[in-house]
């Protein structure tokens, strides 16, 4: 039962992570009909991005509080990996949206390639340890065979996060009048435009900030994990893409709820089954889901019009 | 133009029965029922809205009804029951072809292979399901010849075997229109469901179409169905007429008889039910005519 | 950022704005890669990490990216757009008639260069110096265009994304391994088999995907082709693992000579020649060139066949195909089965030229390749993937050769490392210059009078 429990914090914490990723995905599907493949290598540069800035300010500046450290560098890193999506949509993805729909899947696995081979060369092909963050853990009970059931201040950290970025973005989204450009064009983009909504900077605005989201998520990651390598992209992608299928791609709420369970099914499968084919049971969860369940949890389906 | 006493009634080539099609709260087709008679040109028409085209899907297969019974009685004399089949089988077993309110034709292909792709199923059956073809046995060279020459027939027949060798994408609004309705043919349907054929031509072009549409239901033998807006195509040669509102009947007769029916001016007028004794009174001499209500 | 010129007098160029774009486009890059170049993460002595400061780096290269958009301004993109309204005017017929008959010309040359190929190399070289050249150039380059022949089918003629095709070319690959160690079958009985093999998975794993749209089934064939590699790594007692599986047997000259060199039958023995692992490099390259022309020759046949031709047009137009009575789903698994044989029949040589197979070789990364060569080539083009796939691998194989660079960039420079970042350049670039890739006309299969070439514009892809 301790067991069950430990694993469910784990995963609801890696969970935390996977949807904030999908979030990315499942906007940008909304609002354009197309898979950011480079997403996933998006989250890895940004955790790059935090590594660099957390050196720099530890090493250069000598920050000794933590907490500080870490707000700067996640505010530095979203702020550099949406400047650095904002040139990825502009160059590789806005001159082939009128064009036919296999051109900007394959510029963003392109992009996807890029990404990572950058990182490996500029930064070396080896394991980036930092030392850790924190270490403090709570344990909040004990279970009758001794087995602690804990939570680390890692992962409160998190949750903490997570919820309180969630809720900001959830404000943007339904309140703002770029949350309402925003669903204007996921249903219409020609209406919208015709009335007015610059659909250009709406489409990069909204690669941006699932940019940005992605960015919080590589310097938990990064934090949480310790260590970061340029291959860091593809798996957590495929996982976050997976979530966001799985919560009902187009919809915000089902990528987080996704998120989570992708995140409850990794450890516990983890736990209970199999550690070795930990990676394959979230694959297939994405097979499945997509031949018998398209449109997600969440989602609509989708009527051909004939 | 004969009208053979109410055709559709006696040798119905499809029956529509209670048809109702639904998409979660809105209802789109609601209790149609009609019929199509065999060799008659037959004319779907109501106000933008009316369920036309949901009719169409629901007929050749693209969607499933919410309830109701299509049955098709092709030339063969077998029965087929619409509302179970996907699709393909649609077309291919129940004889029923379609063209689309936006014409979908293969726009990177030439006319000519539009029209043999028309012509696939008996084709790959003359390649012994590819395997013959592949191995260059089986006579399949004869079939495709005799292929190109009914692609021929039909290309000359619409005006355009000069340019069979062109990009269907590059043909005109009006042309494109007609080939659509050759590739349609080529599939040797006993049923041709057309959608909005007239949309977009000018008067001659209608007038063309007209006459196409007579020589095939003469040549050809197959029965027309289509949705049509252009009242000179509808009055002009259609058999039978039947009107849509809303997704309901509210006519079915003869063009003459549904012309004057009152109910179908007011729909085209956008009157409200109740206004409608009103207009009959005001309308000269048609007016008090109660058994033009269908 | 096309910018339209906006410039006061249209025969002058706008240098203020151009050199506006220039700093900024400059700043950005600078704002980028200052961390991530100019500060490179390495570990000390003590293994903890430090940062090597090489912001100098980053500034030139950050120069070099504002010069480079700088240029793009004041020259380019104006040049471009007086274009513009000329190029898009109907590409004329004469024009497409011109390209087609390039591209056949060049088909023949091709083709009889590749027949020689390796007699001229020999002739160069030597014996023993043509090994690379046949084998990592030659051969190399072949099994990835028999590959983009293959995934041709599928994606090139039929329109289906498949992402996942690598999972065939492992099949094939481990039936031949697997069933020659176990059961001592020649080459050119397994063959066949590893085909069959592999179009039996392609029915089982189309089967439930083939019906969802577009990008959806491009993810799940890349999920599927995943799973496969992992199972692959995992299932140790069927795969070796990540192990692998060696010793592989060669493939024999039809079984009547070896080139094992201890074999009495040995092919450079019965000839009396020297030995050397050239022959047998010689052989595999003829084997891969008649396999992937065989490839070549069915595809074109199929082309010409009602089958091929419900391809295209179901490339077109799903909805209307169906509604002409096509058991579309059956068209998509034909096509599925066919290009998986082909990857079937390519892994087994590849098995049978490595003489050991590992998880490894069937990463996502190789059907990336393959899909970006497929779609860089163009349209179904047969010349045109050929062509993709010696710009591509050959390329990147040259870098490899590129030592002189060593001169300019110090020693510990390796060209290998930047050989699949230039590989995703190229991708993103192509598909932005030239989205439909580099051969963007489409011959027609039947005519009535003349065969015309169809421009590519006109080409249409409808749902998945």
């Known amino acids: ?306 | 133009m004969t009208t053979s006493h109410r055709n559709w009634d006696s040798d119905p080539v499809l029956t529509v029965e209670h048809l109702t099609m639904r998409f979660g709260g809105l209802v789109a087709v609601n209790d149609l029922s009609f019929s199509v008679g065999r060799g008659d040109i037959t004319a779907l028409i109501g106000p933008n809205g009316a369920g036309k085209t949901t009719v169409f899907n629901c007929i050749t297969g693209f969607y499933k009804p919410t309830t109701g019974m299509m049955s098709m009685r092709p030339r063969d004399g077998s029965l087929h029951l619409l509302e179970r089949l996907p699709d393909f089988i649609v077309a291919r077993k129940a004889k029923v072809a379609r063209t689309f309110q936006n014409i979908r034709l293969f726009s990177g292909m030439t006319l000519l292979e539009n029209l043999l792709v028309a012509q696939h199923n008996p084709l790959m059956i003359a390649s012994g399901m590819t395997i013959l073809g592949v191995l260059g046995i089986g006579g399949y060279k004869t079939k495709e010849r005799e292929a190109i020459d009914r692609a021929r027939y039909w290309l000359d027949k619409i005006g355009l075997l000069s340019r069979a060798d062109d990009p269907a994408g590059d043909l005109p609004y009006g042309a494109q229109r007609r080939l659509e309705i050759a590739r349609a043919m080529c599939t040797g349907p006993d049923l041709l469901c057309l959608d909005e054929p007239a949309a977009g031509l000018n008067p001659r072009e209608s007038a063309e179409l007209n006459a196409l549409l007579l020589s095939i239901r003469k040549d050809d033998g197959t029965s027309i169905l289509l949705i049509e807006h252009d009242m000179s195509v509808v009055m002009g040669i259609s058999d039978h007429v039947v009107v849509l509102e809303y997704g309901t009947k509210i006519a079915d007769g003869t063009p003459t008889e549904t012309r004057n029916d009152p109910r179908v001016i007011a729909a085209y007028l956008g009157v409200d039910d109740e206004e409608v004794e009103e207009i009959e009174h005001e309308l000269d001499g048609t007016a008090g005519n109660e058994g033009g209500r269908a | 950022m096309n910018s339209a010129v906006k410039s006061k007098d249209r025969a002058g160029i706008d240098f203020g704005r151009a050199l506006k774009d220039g700093v900024i486009i400059g700043i950005i890059a600078f704002a980028l890669l200052g961390p991530l170049v100019g500060l490179k993460t390495d570990q000390n002595m003590a293994n903890e990490l430090i940062l090597q400061n090489r912001l100098g780096l980053a500034a030139i290269l950050s120069v070099i990216v504002g010069v480079g958009r700088f240029l793009l301004s004041a020259f380019v993109y104006p040049w471009i757009a007086a274009r513009g309204n000329r190029s898009k005017a109907a590409v004329t017929l004469a024009e497409l008639e011109a390209r087609a008959r390039v591209t056949r010309g060049l088909s023949i040359t091709g083709l009889i260069f590749l027949f020689v190929y390796p007699i001229l190399i020999i002739s160069l070289f030597g014996v023993q110096g043509s090994i690379k050249w046949v084998d990592n150039y030659g051969v190399q380059i072949l099994i990835y265009v028999m590959l983009g022949w293959g995934l041709n089918i599928v994606i090139g003629l039929a329109g289906l994304l498949d992402l996942g095709y690598v999972a065939f070319y492992a099949v094939g690959a481990y039936s031949y391994a697997l069933l020659a160690i176990n059961f001592h079958l020649s080459f050119w009985v397994l063959l066949p088999v590893a085909g069959i093999l592999a179009a039996f998975w392609g029915i089982i794993l189309g089967f439930p995907v083939l019906r969802l749209r577009g990008d959806y089934l491009a993810i799940v064939t890349l999920a599927f082709g995943e799973i496969i590699r992992l199972v692959l790594i995992n299932w140790k007692a069927f795969s070796g693992g990540s192990a692998g599986i060696s010793s592989i047997p060669k493939v024999t000259m039809f079984g009547i000579y070896s080139f094992d060199i201890s074999a009495p039958n040995n092919f450079a023995k019965a000839f009396h020649l020297a030995a050397s692992s050239a022959y047998y490099k010689v052989f595999l390259y003829y084997l891969i060139l008649l396999l992937a022309l065989l490839t070549a020759f069915i595809t074109l046949r199929l082309r010409r066949l009602p089958i091929g031709r419900a391809w295209e047009a179901l490339r077109e137009d799903e909805v209307a195909c169906r509604s002409l009575g096509i058991n579309t789903t059956n068209t998509k698994l034909t096509a599925f089965a066919i290009g998986a044989m082909f990857g079937g029949f390519a892994g087994s040589f590849f098995a049978a030229r490595q003489g050991f197979v590992s998880p490894e070789s069937f990463v996502f990364m190789e059907s990336a390749v393959i899909v970006a060569i497929v779609v860089l080539g163009g349209m179904g083009s047969m010349i045109g993937v050929a062509l993709a796939a010696v710009a591509m691998i050959g390329g990147t194989e040259l870098l490899r050769e590129l030592d002189f660079l060593k001169l300019v960039f110090g020693k510990d420079f390796n060209p290998d490392q930047y050989r699949m970042l230039l590989f995703g350049l190229a991708m993103v670039i192509i598909m932005v210059w030239k989205p439909r890739g580099f051969v963007s006309a489409r011959q027609p299969t039947a005519f009535l009078f003349k065969r015309k070439s169809v421009s590519g514009d006109l080409v249409k892809e409808g749902h998945g």
């Open chain 1, 1 to 306: 039962m301790e067991v069950f429990v430990q694993q469910v914090i784990n995963g609801i914490t890696i969970g935390s992570l996977y949807g904030l990723i999908a979030i990315g995905y499942t906007m940008v599907f909304g609002i354009i009909g197309m898979v950011n493949f480079a997403h996933g290598d998006v989250f890895m540069v940004s955790a790059f991005f935090a590594l660099i800035f957390l050196l720099v300010l530890t090493s250069w500046f000598g920050i000794a509080s933590m907490t500080l450290a870490l707000i700067l560098v996640m505010v530095v890193s979203m702020v550099l990996t949406g400047l650095l999506v904002w040139a990825i949509e502009r160059v590789a993805y806005a001159p082939l949206r009128g064009s036919f729909r296999l051109a900007p899947l394959i510029s963003a696995i392109g992009m996807s390639i890029v990404l990572s081979n950058f990182i490996q060369v500029a930064q070396g092909p080896r394991n980036k340890p930092i030392p850790p963050v924190t270490r403090d853990v709570y344990t909040l009970w004990q279970g009758a065979n001794g087995y602690p059931v804990n939570i680390s201040l890692k992962q409160i950290i998190i949750w903490v996060v997570t919820a309180l970025l969630l809720a900001a973005f959830w404000y943007v989204v339904q309140k703002t009048a770029l949350g309402r450009a925003q669903r204007a064009c996921e249903q219409d983009r020609k209406m919208a435009s015709l009335l007015g909504v610059n659909v250009d900077r709406t489409i990069s605005l909204t690669f941006v900030i699932g940019a940005a989201l992605a960015a919080v998520a590589g310097t938990l990651f990064l934090m949480y994990y310790g260590v970061v390598v340029f291959s860091d992209g593809f798996t957590p992608g495929v996982k976050a893409f997976t979530a966001a299928v799985l919560g009902g791609i187009g919809s915000l709420p089902g990528a987080v709820l996704g998120g989570l369970l992708i995140g409850l099914i990794e450890t516990l499968w983890g736990q209970y089954v199999s550690a070795d084919y930990q990676n394959v049971a979230a694959f297939s969860i994405l097979v499945i889901v997509l031949i018998f369940m398209p449109q997600g949890l969440l989602g609509r389906p989708e009527v051909e019009k004939v």
